[in-house]
C-alpha cells in the first residue's frame, strides 16, 4: 500500500511537470510569433533589429525628388 502511494506520488509529479512544460512550450511559441510579426511589420517601415541595435535606412532620393519637395 505505501509502494502504491509513492508511485502515485511520482506519477502526479510527472503530469504537473507535463503540464508546466506544455504551458512554457505554448508561451514561447506564442512570444516567437509576435516577434517575428513585429519585426516583419518593422521592416517594412525600414527599421531593422539586430544584435548591434536598432537601424533606421534612409529612403533613397532623387536630385529631381528633392527639388519637388523643396518647391511644395
Known sequence: MEA???FLGLI???LV???LAGIAF????IVNEVTN???Q??????ISFSKEG???KMKQRTAEQESDATQK
Not at 41 to 46: A, D, F, I, P, Q
Request: proline share 0%; charged share 30%.
Open 54 to 56: 536598432m537601424q533606421v
Open 41 to 46: 511589420k518593422m521592416e517594412k517601415k525600414n
Open 12 to 14: 502526479v509529479f510527472f
Open 26 to 29: 505554448v508561451v514561447y511559441s
Open 37 to 39: 510579426t513585429t519585426k
Open 4 to 6: 502504491l502511494r509513492k
Open 17 to 19: 511537470l507535463c503540464v
